[in-house]
């Protein structure tokens, strides 16, 4: 009799261990494929694009987002710049469109291009009498399945201007939320 009792005990015990078991197992192949498949954290390194975003912040990067839709203009996105470094940088020009730059002015089909997002860093500049941008680019036009890339901080980039157009399949994905630090925790705006 003793012994029925204490099989009836570990009976629930052994069904709720193996009711965690589950549940965290479960837990662990969502993260997984979360991770690795929809969404991936991702941290700023170097200047190049202050000053939105700084060296030490970390992203998520939504990686199926160009699977839905393609890159759009100033949307930020984490590239394979090499085959062990990826870049982060803006769209600014998308395929079959022409793109030039010209000191502090970025045109694309020869319309400027309002950089909202910009704004205030042209602005100090302008006041202090100096260029915000000292690297020009001259038209080209922007092949099929590529975008155009700069950094938001135009003098300390190393992006399209030099690396070239960036082809689609080397896009990780778009950068939609800065997560660390806490105080700067934001959705990343596009315009």
Known sequence: ???????????????EAWEWVKALLIAAVLVFFIRWLIF????VEGPSMEP???TSERLIVNKIIYS?????HGEVVVFHATKDKDYI??????????????GDKVYVNNQLVDETYLKKALDDAAKKGIPYNTRNFPEKTVPEGSVFVMGDNR???????????IKYDQIVGRADLIFWPFDKISFVHFK
């Open 52 to 54: 939105n975003f700084y």
């Open 40 to 43: 991936a954290p991702f941290i």
């Open 68 to 72: 839905i839709h393609k890159p759009q």
């Open 89 to 102: 940088k803006r769209v600014i020009a998308v395929p079959g469109e022409t793109v030039k730059v010209e």
């Open 155 to 165: 003098s300390n980039s190393q992006d399209s201007r030099d690396i070239g157009f």
């Open 1 to 15: 009799m003793e012994q029925e009792q204490t099989m009836e005990k570990s009976s629930p015990l052994k069904n």
